[in-house]
C-alpha cells in the first residue's frame, strides 16, 4: 500500500512538470508560391492568368496551423512588408532574400516554394483540329479524352538568420476522378474576374483540379510539420522605446513584429550617464538605470501597451528592453 501511494505521489509531482514542457511553437511566415514554371498551362486551364502560387500559399497556412507545429505570421502583416520594403518576386525565391524577409518580421524559419505542375495527366490535347502538345497542362472544356487533374509543389524550410535550407518537402496530389475538364467533374472553379480564384472555395474543392490540389497541399504540409523540430527557436533581443506615458501605463515602439506578446514582461531603464572614449570622445558605453517592469497587456504590429510597475515614474524616450 505504501509503494502505491509512493508511486501516486511521484506521479502527481511530475505532471506538471510534463505539461510545462509542451512544444514550443515556431513562428514561420509562408511567401507566395513561384508558378513561373506553370504560368502558361494556368492561363490555359482558366482563360487568363491566375496568381495560383498565392492560392497555394494560402491553403498551406492553414493546413500548418491546422498542424499545430507553427505560430504562422498574417498575410496583412506579410504583405505589408513586401511592400515597405519592394521585393520583387525573383527575391522572395531567393533563400538569402527570403530570410531577410524573415528576420524583418521576426519569425524563426520562412517557407518558400514553387509549383511544378499544375494540369492533367496526358499530354496532347486536340484544339481545333490541330495537335498541339501542352506538357502536363489541359484546357478545361476541350475535346479531350477523360484524364485526371495532376498537381506537384515543392518547398523549402529557411533558417532566416542564415539562410539556410533545413528541410525540403515536396507535394503530389492526383484526382481520384477524372473529366474532359478540369475545372468540371462535381464543382466550377468560380470567377476568375482580375485574375483571382479562390483556391480555398468549395466549388474550386469540388472540382478534379481541386481535389488534386488539396492533396498535394496536404502532403506539403504533413512534411512540413514533421521537420519542425529542425528550427531553432530564436531568443531574440526585444529593445525599444517608451513613446506614451499615461500613469502607470506606457506606450512603447515595438510590437508583434519584433516579437512582444500581451503577458510579456519587459525592464524599463533609462539612460543615467555616457562613458567616452577620452582620445577619440565616442561614446563607448551608456550606463542605465532600471526603473521598473513593464507588463505587456495588448500588442499589435508596431506598438504595445502595458502596466508599469516601480519605484521611478518612466518619461517618454526611456528604453525598454527583455
Same mark, same amino acid.
Given at each position: 500500500?505504501?509503494?502505491?501511494?509512493i *508511486?501516486?505521489?511521484?506521479l502527481?509531482?511530475?505532471?506538471?512538470a510534463?505539461?510545462?514542457q509542451a512544444?514550443q511553437?515556431?513562428?514561420?511566415?509562408v511567401?507566395?508560391?513561384?508558378?513561373?514554371?506553370?504560368?502558361?498551362?494556368?492561363?490555359a @486551364?482558366?482563360? +487568363?492568368?491566375?496568381?495560383?502560387g +498565392?492560392?497555394?500559399?494560402?491553403?498551406?497556412?492553414?493546413?500548418?496551423?491546422k498542424g499545430?507545429?507553427?505560430? %504562422?505570421i498574417?498575410?496583412k502583416?506579410l504583405?505589408k /512588408?513586401? *511592400?515597405?520594403?519592394?521585393?520583387?518576386?525573383?527575391?522572395?525565391?531567393?533563400? *538569402?532574400?527570403?530570410a531577410?524577409i $524573415?528576420?524583418? /518580421?521576426?519569425?524563426?524559419a520562412?517557407?518558400?516554394?514553387? &509549383? +511544378?505542375?499544375?494540369?492533367?495527366?496526358?499530354?496532347? &490535347? $486536340?484544339? $481545333?483540329?490541330?495537335g498541339?502538345s501542352?506538357?502536363?497542362?489541359?484546357?478545361?472544356?476541350?475535346?479531350? #479524352?477523360?484524364?485526371?487533374a495532376?498537381?506537384a509543389v515543392?518547398?523549402?524550410? %529557411?533558417?532566416?538568420?542564415?539562410g539556410? @535550407?533545413l528541410a525540403?518537402?515536396?507535394?503530389?496530389?492526383?484526382?481520384?476522378?477524372? $473529366?474532359?475538364?478540369l475545372?468540371g *467533374?462535381?464543382?466550377?472553379?468560380?470567377?476568375?474576374?482580375g485574375?483571382?480564384?479562390d483556391m480555398?472555395?468549395?466549388n474550386f474543392a469540388? +472540382?478534379i483540379?481541386g481535389e488534386?490540389?488539396?492533396?498535394?497541399?496536404?502532403? /506539403?504540409?504533413?512534411q512540413?510539420?514533421?521537420?519542425?523540430?529542425?528550427?531553432?527557436v530564436?531568443?531574440?533581443? &526585444?529593445?525599444g /522605446?517608451?513613446?506614451? %506615458?499615461?500613469g502607470?501605463?506606457?506606450? @512603447?515602439?515595438?510590437g508583434? #513584429?519584433?516579437?512582444?506578446?500581451?503577458?510579456?514582461?519587459l525592464t524599463?531603464?533609462?539612460?543615467?550617464r555616457?562613458?567616452?572614449d577620452?582620445?577619440?570622445?565616442?561614446?563607448i558605453?551608456?550606463v542605465?538605470d532600471?526603473?521598473?517592469?513593464?507588463? @505587456?497587456?495588448?500588442a499589435?504590429?508596431?506598438?504595445a501597451?502595458g502596466t508599469?510597475?516601480?519605484a521611478?515614474?518612466?518619461k %517618454?524616450?526611456?528604453t525598454v528592453?527583455?
Open positions: 500500500m505504501k509503494k502505491r501511494w *508511486a501516486a505521489l511521484a502527481t509531482l511530475t505532471l506538471p510534463a505539461w510545462g512544444p511553437k515556431r513562428r514561420v511566415a511567401l507566395n508560391f513561384d508558378y513561373g514554371t506553370v504560368r502558361s498551362g494556368v492561363a @486551364i482558366f482563360g +487568363t492568368d491566375i496568381d495560383v +498565392t492560392g497555394i500559399s494560402d491553403m498551406l497556412v492553414e493546413e500548418l496551423v499545430g507545429a507553427y505560430s %504562422v498574417e498575410r502583416a504583405d /512588408l513586401l *511592400a515597405e520594403q519592394n521585393f520583387s518576386n525573383s527575391d522572395r525565391a531567393d533563400p *538569402a532574400s527570403a531577410r $524573415g528576420r524583418l /518580421l521576426g519569425v524563426d520562412i517557407i518558400v516554394g514553387s &509549383i +511544378t505542375q499544375f494540369g492533367r495527366d496526358d499530354q496532347q &490535347i $486536340g484544339l $481545333g483540329g490541330f498541339r501542352m506538357g502536363k497542362y489541359g484546357l478545361g472544356g476541350t475535346s479531350v #479524352r477523360k484524364a485526371k495532376v498537381v515543392t518547398a523549402r524550410l %529557411v533558417n532566416v538568420e542564415t539556410e @535550407i525540403v518537402a515536396t507535394g503530389n496530389g492526383e484526382s481520384k476522378r477524372s $473529366g474532359t475538364s475545372l *467533374a462535381g464543382g466550377s472553379g468560380g470567377s476568375a474576374g485574375g483571382v480564384v480555398r472555395s468549395t469540388n +472540382t483540379l488534386a490540389t488539396r492533396h498535394a497541399v496536404d502532403e /506539403l504540409a504533413k512540413l510539420t514533421a521537420n519542425s523540430s529542425r528550427i531553432e530564436m531568443a531574440r533581443p &526585444i529593445e /522605446l517608451v513613446a506614451d %506615458v499615461s502607470n501605463t506606457l506606450v @512603447i515602439n515595438v508583434t #513584429r519584433a516579437g512582444v506578446k500581451p503577458g510579456m514582461t524599463v531603464r533609462r539612460v543615467g555616457e562613458i567616452k577620452p582620445a577619440t570622445g565616442r561614446v558605453r551608456r542605465e532600471t526603473l521598473g517592469s513593464l507588463t @505587456i497587456t495588448e499589435d504590429e508596431e506598438s501597451v508599469f510597475t516601480g521611478t515614474p518612466p %517618454v524616450g526611456d528592453k527583455n
